[in-house]
């Protein structure tokens, strides 16, 4: 073991030396760092397509995004450890599960909650704020994560801000093709403004850490966007849906927008590595990629555990580090990131971080398997939408992904995974914002409005469809367990047969080990009392 760890740290060292080569100011020529995490975007680049697996990857194209991976790593396995944003970016910015993350652990705590109560999201260590206080310039824009940037200095602050618009409902709100033509200009000429103001910041030969936040992913989305902004027709999608979903017109029109928001990601990525190509900062940046869940308003996917919630892509390049054109089978979690990126720029790790360094996948030049004890990860949720059951109380989870098997634990089966259906029997096709999908409070709160839900509900007592909405959004036994191998899409849930009594033993032991090493509240139903929410009733 003391062997191991020694070999560890001397690849470290060495890695780190490579970067400064033989140069005084070692500290000042570590690389630079640009942390594309964008909100809402599931495991969606051509790059994740496969011939041998027809899905949603094979209709799109979006080659600056696959550049990272085919000059860098391509990560199979990258899952959240929780498929809501707050939650998501609390774990992220501590490195911790979500649910030690005190009001970080629900999307929407109440800070007054927590008044009289110890909120450890509060006084954790950030990776951000320990990258920054090594001697990096860290700034961030748009929806990130918890860290204190660095002052920007009166030359950055002359440059003008970047002003941000969400790309689907800024360019598809234009009025004819010249109009929407100046607006995708905008936005282009925004992104490498970001770049710009990144590097005027920061002191000479100074390292930067940026971390960039696009929202495009977040609903609501301009109608039709996907087919006229981006030309992805809906008909091209049938087919090619995951199988819990009825493929009807509607849904494939909701899911091509979706795609079009991450064809705009794409661009807006190439914006930025064209920047940094230019200013001569591209080859020694380490460019990482990720989302922080996948796609919103669709049953099975934002808010749940299924592998739709919690796959997410993870790629990375960074030349002068990384050996290229390689894909990594091993599981990792966005709660990894801090870990890594701090191992890398040799800045130490804080104990309190359950997160692991991946650094030893990205400077290997294996692909497939590198370390099989990388084998799994553990996911879970409590509370989203703050109201989407009587009494604001969770609907909480636990569960473990591996290469062959998804284990579900639902603590309170009696709940609505997707909140309570509250007026959904008032509703009907004619009410504009059901039949449009712009509301998510008329009912199943924790499933953000979209055409999807709007569809299924007008659609959930047909025959055809009854069966996929009751299996999408009714309550669920207290455990699941799904054969990837035989049913990639998570449908048939074998926890009662005696087949599989062995698998679900051993999975929810596991599930119980990291719950007891972490100190998880569920264990003792903490989640259902203050300060985390200021209801008990059930």
């Known amino acids: 073991m003391m062997q191991i760890r020694f070999r560890r740290r001397l690849n470290v060292l060495l890695l780190i030396l490579v970067v400064a080569g033989s140069h005084a100011h070692a500290a000042e ?19 994740y397509a496969d011939a041998d697996k027809p899905s949603l990857n094979d209709v799109i194209s979006t080659p600056n995004i696959d550049r990272i991976g085919r000059e860098g790593v391509v990560f199979e396995n990258a899952f959240v450890p929780v498929a809501s944003c707050g939650p998501c970016r ?32 509060r006084s954790l ?137 991450v064809l705009a990601l794409d661009l807006m990525l190439g914006a930025m590595l064209e920047e940094l190509n230019t200013s001569g900062e591209l080859d020694n940046t380490v460019v990482i990629l990720s989302g922080d869940h996948g796609i919103p308003g669709i049953p099975r996917g934002k808010t749940n555990c299924y592998d739709l919630a919690t796959r997410v892509p993870m790629l990375v390049r960074w030349p002068k580090g990384i050996p290229s054109g390689r894909r990594v089978n091993d599981f990792v979690s966005v709660m990894d990131v801090g870990p890594t990126l ?50 604001n109380v969770p609907y909480p989870m636990r569960a473990i992904r591996t290469k062959g098997h998804l284990y579900i634990r639902n603590f309170k089966p009696e709940r609505w995974p997707m909140g309570d259906p509250y007026d959904a029997a008032k509703l009907t096709e004619r009410d504009p914002l059901y039949k449009m999908g712009l509301s998510t409070t008329p009912a199943y709160r924790d499933l953000d409005g979209s055409l999807t839900k709007a569809w299924m509900m007008s659609q959930r007592e047909e025959p055809g469809d009854k069966e996929l909405f009751r299996l999408t959004m009714y309550p669920r036994p207290r455990e699941e367990i799904y054969d990837l191998k035989k049913d990639p899409d998570q449908l048939v849930n074998l926890a009662a047969d005696p087949e599989y009594a062995s698998v679900l033993a051993t999975l929810s032991a596991r599930v119980d080990k990291v719950m007891n090493a972490s100190g998880d509240p569920r264990i003792k139903d903490a989640f259902d009392r203050l300060p985390w929410v200021d209801s008990t009733k059930q």
């Open 90 to 121: 609390a774990a992220l910015a501590t490195g911790r599960y979500f649910w030690n993350c005190g009001s970080g652990a629900f999307l929407n705590g109440k800070a007054s909650n927590w008044k009289g109560h110890d909120n450890p999201m």
């Open 125 to 261: 260590p950030k990776f951000g704020d320990a990258i920054r206080e090594s001697g990096y310039y860290a700034q961030k824009s748009r929806k990130t994560f918890a860290f204190d940037p660095s002052p920007r200095p009166q030359r950055v602050r002359s440059l003008g801000k970047a002003v941000y618009e969400r790309y689907g409902l800024y360019v598809g709100a234009a009025k004819d093709q010249a109009e929407r033509e100046s607006r995708h200009d905008e936005i282009v000429e925004n992104c490498r403004q970001e770049i710009r103001q990144v590097l005027a910041g920061r002191s000479e030969e100074q390292p930067f850490f940026f971390v960039f936040g696009s929202i495009n992913g977040h609903r609501p989305y301009t109608s039709d966007s996907g087919k006229k902004l981006w030309g992805i027709d809906p008909d091209a999608l049938k087919g090619l849906l995951p199988k819990f979903l009825p493929d009807a017109h509607d849904v494939r029109r909701d899911f091509s927008d979706y795609l079009g928001e």
């Open 342 to 391: 701090l191992e890398l720029t040799g800045t130490k790790v804080p104990a309190s971080m359950d997160g692991r360094s991946f650094l030893p996948q990205l400077t290997s030049k294996k692909s497939g398997w590198i370390d099989p004890k990388r084998d799994s990860v553990v996911i879970g949720r409590e509370l989203h939408f703050h109201n989407a059951r009587p009494g």
């Open 29 to 47: 020529r570590r690389p630079n760092i640009l942390f594309f995490f964008a909100d809402d975007w599931g495991r969606y680049a051509s790059i």
